[in-house]
């Protein structure tokens, strides 16, 4: 560790960030052509956001969502001080990242949830398996609520990289080294 | 290193391969019911027909119609371009699918019983 440098992330955090990646990206570009391998990516995607929601509990400081879940209206000011150039540097996540951890649980809990649903209705396959012929109705909803929150997941990610390379340039720092290495400058004693 | 941190670390990584793998084979034995699949993906106003064994073998229990009767059908509902058509099965029962862009540029997508011809659903893709 160099000199100055805090440990920061976990490496439960870091393997999951990157897991995440991995599977994210392998489920969107693997659809009804490839739908083994798609589904249980979702499936594995399932199981480390319920391992994630445990962890922002039980794990370690700056994990938790007591650490980074912030008021709408810190998360708003945040944003147009970044805007400004003169965020705040935080240590842990900081208002809009953690907004953006927020949205992105959610947004692919319904992406896992709802494909499984439709999995289950479509093929009569996997733990939803009951539902299945019960509707082309339901079905062409799942499959929209489906569709909608894979590609809102998209614009999630392109918000979260630029946000990641406006706070990296504002602090002098990079931000993706420390979520690969988990280490972070001290902050500056003020 | 603090242990939970560890157990959860170790919980994702293998959770996450054993799932790929599991995944992985399955596409295997996906592959053989797309052997039952026949795909038909290319310009051109008649789609150049792959039959391939499996479907063959279902044609020949006359339990479905022919691509080229659906396809007949689906020129009934819109004139356009074939992308792409295919056979699934779906319930116990086969459904051919057939996707087509329309002289407006719109893509359809239609769904027809395989054993009567039936339009089953129709939706306009993006």
Known sequence: MEQGEVRVWDPFVRIFHWLLVLLFTLAYFTGEDWLSLHVYAGYAVFGLILMRVLWGVVGTPHARFSDFVYRPSRVISFVKDTLALRARRYLGHNPAGGAMILLMLVSLLLVSVSGVAVYGIEKGAGPLAMLGGSGEFLEDALEEVHEFF??????????????????SLIHRENLVKAMLNGRKRALDEE | MN???????????????????VGYQGMDSQQREHEEDEETEQVGERPEMREHDAVRAIRQRGDILSLDRILQEARGQHTGRVLESELEEKDGRYVYEVELVDDQGRVREMKFDASTGELLKEKQGD
């Open chain 1, 150 to 167: 894979a590609n809102f997941m998209v614009l999630l990610v392109v918000v979260h990289i630029a946000g990641v390379i406006a706070e």
């Open chain 2, 3 to 21: 242990i939970k941190a560890a157990i959860f670390s170790v919980i994702a990584v293998v959770g996450t391969v054993c799932l790929l793998w």
